[in-house]
């Protein structure tokens, strides 16, 4: 899926999406894995994401587990750092989502 040309929506989208992970991310959490995050994984998580957040609307009960597995087949050198799916949810899915997402884990 190789295709480089991005809408400049596309492209400034990523970018916001790296700047806010960096800005999101603990202290101590490595911004290194982010480094081989490319736009064209960043369109996949984002397609996955509306997605989510569609089902969550629909009424279906999703968990960060469910989030974390889907993101994970999508970008699998991620599960090297379990925090970063939190993190991700809560760049790409809108807040009521993130929200109702993170109290059906618990």
Known sequence: MENNTYDILNKLDYLEFRQNLLILKEPCHKASIFFDLNINIYLEMKELSKEFCKKIANGEKLTLEDYE???????????????????????LLDKNSFNLIINNSF
């Open 69 to 91: 597995k889907s993101i994970t087949d999508i970008w699998p050198p991620i599960k090297s750092y379990p925090s970063s799916y939190s993190l991700i949810a809560k760049c």
